[in-house]
């Protein structure tokens, strides 16, 4: 029988991705016995200590065992971390070790949205794709520039490590592995009894676009700032940058240290976002939504559109618009 480890980290963390990952594959080993099968996996809830306090002490979870008593584990869970992650880093460094050790020996990772903070920590996703929750992008991307982060994903998978976007998608990770491990039939079973949508890929719907002002460049907060507020202005690359005094060059290469996006694709999030704000409040057809944000052309909007979002402004506004 594998082991499956689900891990409770140090520190007042995140108590639903335990519970949940928990409850899925203590459902699908029932499933799967009920088939006449063998349990593939002995699941057990790891931690460096003996009790683990969340939510401010509200609850308390007693791992069944603790991480330096398991010796080799097949599939390791890691749920999501809270936000100060300096101090979450800090209180885990046994942790990290021990997923070093697990993963050089052969066991497969999976982290629950910013349990991804760990695993970059401890340098397995050095080189890899990784997704994590897209509001500390800005953050993990600072902190771990040699990681490929892609938070438009909602699952990676790649070299034997599992990592998702944020908050309640861990579930859709669950559901994931459970097919992986077990199968397709027992998958479609555990999504049914959890409510979970099968095979869903992207967490671009749910992103809140925000800007990202984390730098020290005044030209490029100038530039940003130019941008959000002249959505209808179809200035062109090389007209903001003469309007700010900087060459073209100059320009794309520090505002692409300071942002991650080059000026045309910050410009393209910051128009859609306005765009799927209208679409949310309001009765505006999509074309007048789309002028607003300074596109002209209806097949180039709905193009960038769904390039951002992962679906078309109908789709969107009919799914978030209330009186649609």
């Known amino acids: 029988m594998k082991q499956l480890v689900i891990v409770a980290p140090e520190g007042d963390n995140n108590l639903s991705s335990i519970t949940g990952a928990y409850e899925i594959f203590c459902k699908a080993n029932a499933y799967w016995k009920e088939r006449g099968k063998q349990e593939p996996f002995l699941i057990q809830v790891a931690g460096i200590s003996g009790e683990v306090e969340f939510n401010m002490g509200l609850f308390k979870v007693r791992p069944h065992t603790r991480l330096s008593m398991i010796a080799k584990a097949d599939l390791?869970?890691?749920p999501s971390l809270n936000h100060n992650y300096d101090q979450a880093l800090e209180g885990n460094g046994p942790l990290m070790n021990w997923l070093s050790d697990q993963y050089k020996n052969g066991a497969e990772i999976a982290t629950i949205c910013t349990g991804a903070f760990i695993l970059a920590a401890a340098g397995l996703l050095d080189g890899k794709k990784c997704s994590t929750h897209w509001s500390v992008a800005e953050k993990f991307r600072t902190m771990f520039p040699t990681v490929n982060l892609q938070t438009d994903k909602l699952i990676t998978d790649e070299c034997g490590i599992y990592t998702n976007g944020g908050a309640y998608s861990f579930l859709n990770l669950m559901i994931y592995l459970v097919e992986k491990y077990y199968d397709r039939q027992t998958a479609i079973y555990c999504s049914k009894v959890f409510q979970v949508e099968i095979d869903r890929v992207s967490q671009s719907e749910f992103t809140i676009f925000s800007g990202q002002k984390k730098h020290d460049d005044e030209m490029v907060w100038q530039a940003q700032a130019y941008i959000e507020d002249n959505l209808a202005e179809k200035m062109t690359v090389e007209e903001l940058a003469a309007k700010l005094n900087v060459g073209r060059r100059n320009f794309d290469r520090r505002f692409i240290?300071?942002?991650?996006?080059?000026?045309?694709?910050?410009?393209?999030?910051?128009?859609?976002?306005?765009?799927?704000?209208?679409?949310?409040?309001?009765?505006?057809?999509?074309?007048?939504?789309?002028?607003?944000?300074?596109?002209?052309?209806?097949?180039?909007?709905?193009?960038?559109f769904k390039k951002i979002s992962g679906m078309s402004p109908q789709e969107y506004k009919r799914k978030y618009y209330k009186d649609a």
């Not at 409040?281 to 002028?291: A, F, H, L, Q």
């Not at 300074?294 to 097949?299: C, E, F, H, I, R």
């Open 76 to 78: 390791i869970i890691i």
């Open 257 to 304: 240290k300071a942002t991650g996006n080059t000026p045309v694709e910050y410009s393209q999030r910051v128009k859609i976002e306005a765009a799927k704000k209208a679409f949310e409040t309001n009765r505006k057809t999509i074309n007048e939504v789309m002028y607003e944000v300074g596109y002209s052309d209806v097949k180039a909007f709905r193009e960038v």
